[in-house]
């Protein structure tokens, strides 16, 4: 008995290591990853002032600050209702519930996504008038209600990569990919002439790019983590976590951007 109790000790501690060892692997790498990120995006903002101005850069961080804000609806809260179920049953190899949690997840983001794009495509010129009092925004917000979906998806695997432990996907899509893109595409433009239209553009370019590599990326996990058995659906189980979150991550993100929108 007393060596059993000792294997199942020595077990457990390497269980403990392994997952310590995996927390500070991906705190590293998101830490790493989080500071160049900020590096390409404060170089793409310097070049946007000096090329648009402070008047159109306003009206670009505007349209940034609505993708933002709408977003946390898009990834349903973040997706922390989604790593919380997704983590649990990948670790106790529940796959069909795995395989369900991840189609329902993916599916009601893509929904979200286009119902919200929609709303935007078509509301832009109202909120241009009415709540930002300059229809010069009705183009900008055009364009990224155009890119909304394709920013989603790329989104999508960055909860979906903390539910495996998949850490660097989060750095590769949003620190390196997106931003780098962002930039090219958006140089590319300003060289032929363009100007916000072609900021805007940028965004929807590198948000076409990233979504491509998510996709890539959500095949790769859903492939090496599941098998052809039938799918077991947590609807339920993921909505009730999900809402309260997503208002109290809503509420956060549009106080923490108001000043920007108003």
Same mark, same amino acid.
């Given at each position: ?106 599916? =009601?983001?893509? #929904?979200?996504?286009? /119902? $919200?794009? !929609? ?7 109202? &909120?241009?008038? @009415? %709540? ?40 590769? =899509?949003?620190? #390196?990919?997106?931003? /780098? $893109?962002? !930039? ?7 060289? &032929?002439?363009? @100007? %916000? ?50 208002? !109290? ?10 000043? @920007?929108?108003?």
């Amino acid at each position: 008995k007393n060596i059993d109790s000792e294997k199942g000790a020595l077990i457990s501690g390497k269980k403990t290591n392994n997952l310590l060892k995996a927390i500070a692997r991906g705190g590293s790498i998101i830490f790493i990853g989080s500071i160049i990120g900020k590096f390409f995006r404060f170089i793409f903002s310097v070049c946007l002032i000096r090329v648009l101005g402070a008047s159109l850069y306003g009206l670009y961080s505007i349209g940034i600050s609505v993708i933002d804000i709408v977003t946390n609806i898009g990834l349903l809260g973040d997706g922390k209702g989604f790593i919380r179920f997704a983590a649990s049953f990948y670790h106790d190899r529940d796959i069909p519930r795995l395989k369900g949690m991840m189609q329902v997840y993916i599916f =009601i983001c893509l #929904l979200l996504s286009f /119902i $919200i794009s !929609i709303a935007l495509f078509l509301g832009a010129g109202y &909120l241009s008038l @009415r %709540l930002f009092h300059n229809l010069a925004l009705t183009g900008v917000l055009k364009i990224f209600a155009l890119s909304f979906p394709f920013y989603i998806f790329s989104l999508i695997v960055i909860p979906v990569g903390y539910a495996f432990q998949r850490m660097q996907y989060k750095v590769i =899509i949003q620190e #390196l990919t997106q931003p /780098i $893109i962002n !930039i090219i595409a958006v140089i590319i433009i300003f060289i &032929l002439g363009g @100007r %916000l239209y072609g900021a805007a553009a940028g965004f929807f370019i590198s948000s076409v790019f990233a979504a491509v590599l998510g996709f890539y990326f959500l095949k790769k996990i859903y492939l090496e983590n599941t098998s052809g058995e039938k799918c077991i659906f947590e609807i339920k189980k993921l909505i009730s976590y999900s809402l309260p979150l997503l208002g !109290i991550i809503f509420c956060y993100y549009l106080l923490f951007r108001l000043d @920007r929108i108003m």
